[in-house]
T-cell receptor, first 113, second 116 residues
Framework: GENVEQHPSTLSVQEGDSAVIKCTYS??????FPWYKQELGKGPQLIID?????GEKKDQRIAVTLNKTAKHFSLHITETQPEDSAVYFC????????????FGTGTSLTVIP | SAVISQKPSRDICQRGTSLTIQCQVD?????MFWYRQQPGQSLTLIAT?????????ESGFVIDKFPISRPNLTFSTLTVSNMSPEDSSIYLC?????????????FGPGTRLTVL
């Protein structure tokens, strides 16, 4: 089955700096890659996703890039703010196969004011 | 996106008892999922619950321990049976986007379970 690895496990940045979280996947058939943000005591919230027919997607300060050849995708957060502090999870799945999501191990991001 | 609620939000239970967690969605959805998130860990899929059919369990999870009901397109329950301290986790339900072949999943707020 699919194996998703995520790095780093913890990340601290100064407010205003950029943060990058990287994930790799093993199954070349995976074609949907969402990112979730989980704040303390809450469920994961979908913040951005990318499909395999796209190389990059942006939404304000958040962007995701996908390299299908290398089987890795990354989350980029620019101009970080303290409210960006949370745990971020990447995931991979194959469309039309029961929506099985394979999650990474999570990155705890701390933005230092 | 769908609005998902879970009850209870948290509970403290005694070893050997059972707890039923409810998941309610504000719109009809085809697929509902139950996940377990152990402290400081990632999300592990327990089972997929489709209305009108038996739930499909992932490796390591069995129906006797985690029975699931899915009586209609907006509601599901997960029971954690004969609990032990190892069952202490956050239990999350999620739903698909409701659009065929789109793959988006949205999560409820979770149920934080502590077993003593």
């Amino acid at each position: 089955g699919e194996n998703v690895e995520q790095h780093p496990s913890t990340l601290s940045v100064q407010e205003g700096d950029s943060a990058v979280i990287k994930c790799t996947y093993s199954d070349s058939a995976s074609n949907y890659f969402p990112w979730y943000k989980q704040e303390l005591g809450k469920g994961p919230q979908l913040i951005i996703d990318i499909r395999s027919n796209v190389g990059e997607k942006k939404d304000q300060r958040i962007a995701v890039t996908l390299n299908k050849t290398a089987k890795h995708f990354s989350l980029h957060i620019t101009e970080t703010q303290p409210e960006d502090s949370a745990v971020y999870f990447c995931a991979a799945s194959i469309t039309n196969t029961g929506n099985q999501f394979y999650f990474g191990t999570g990155t705890s991001l701390t933005v230092i004011p | 996106s769908a609005v998902i609620s879970q009850k209870p939000s948290r509970d403290i239970c005694q070893r050997g008892t059972s707890l039923t967690i409810q998941c309610q969605v504000d719109s009809q959805v085809t697929m509902m999922f139950w996940y377990r998130q152990q402290p400081g860990q990632s999300l592990t899929l327990i089972a997929t619950a489709n209305q009108g059919s038996e739930a499909t369990y992932e490796s390591g999870f069995v129906i006797d321990k985690f029975p699931i009901s899915r009586p209609n397109l907006t509601f599901s329950t997960l029971t954690v049976s004969n609990m032990s301290p190892e069952d202490s986790s956050i239990y999350l339900c999620s739903v698909d986007s409701g659009t065929a072949f789109v793959n988006e999943q949205f999560f409820g707020p979770g149920t934080r379970l502590t077993v003593l």
